[in-house]
């Protein structure tokens, strides 16, 4: 567990010399005062020492986040940590930017969202990734790959949809094992993701 861990812990310290509101990072709570009060996170030893109050033995698992940036302005961004749980061979990370303006940023510099997304899928090595935009509206059924629509998907070369990832994208940036696929705009994506057949 502490390994999986560790590599969220590397995967912040590479963010925050992306964009000022990506550091310092804090523990989270539902009160904002609490929240600011928190003390910085600056090690591994820190980082494992708030998972490690999180951890759920009826669960076999652990879930906790974090948050960067001012508080009081809300212009950061939060990060959620799964490992294990009901899905004991299973982890899950989840990265939300708040700042408009980190926003303007990866909308504006394709470059930029494409190794955002190439810079976790090395560090995490997950079964696949996406960047998305909030708002888009949730269907009512999964998608072929068992995940959310994503401007950016990422995908393993050994991912059963690697064949079908590569054939609607319109545009590719390779990773350690494998790619950041585009599908058109942060607005056109899920145009182009509802094409995508059924059993592929």
Do not use: C
Not at 34 to 42: L, R, S
Not at 120 to 125: R, V
Not at 136 to 155: A, C, I, S, T
Not at 174 to 199: E, Q, S
Request: charged share 25%; glycine share 8%.
């Amino acid at each position: 567990m502490e390994e999986e861990a560790a590599r969220s812990w590397e995967l912040i310290q590479q963010l925050r010399g992306l964009h000022p509101t990506l550091d310092p990072w804090r523990r989270t709570n539902r009160i904002k005062a609490k929240a600011a009060a928190n003390p910085e996170i600056t090690t591994l030893e820190e980082f494992l020492a708030v998972m490690r109050t999180n951890i759920k033995p009826d669960l076999s698992g652990v879930r906790f986040s974090l948050f960067s940036g001012d508080v009081d302005r809300a212009d950061g961004a939060s990060i959620s940590i799964a490992i294990g749980g009901w899905q004991p061979d299973k982890g899950h990370v989840e990265l939300d930017f708040h700042s408009s303006e980190f926003a303007d940023l990866l909308t504006g510099d394709e470059s930029l969202a494409d190794r955002l997304v190439a810079m976790g899928a090395d560090i995490l090595e997950p079964e696949i990734g996406a960047l998305r935009r909030r708002g888009h509206p949730v269907k009512d059924h999964p998608e072929p790959y068992d995940y959310v629509q994503g401007w950016k998907l990422f995908f393993p070369a050994s991912s059963p949809h690697w064949a079908q990832a590569g054939a609607l994208a319109t545009a590719s940036y390779p990773t350690a094992n494998g790619a950041v696929f585009t599908y058109g705009t942060p607005d056109t994506y899920p145009t182009i993701l509802d094409t995508w057949p059924k059993n592929a």
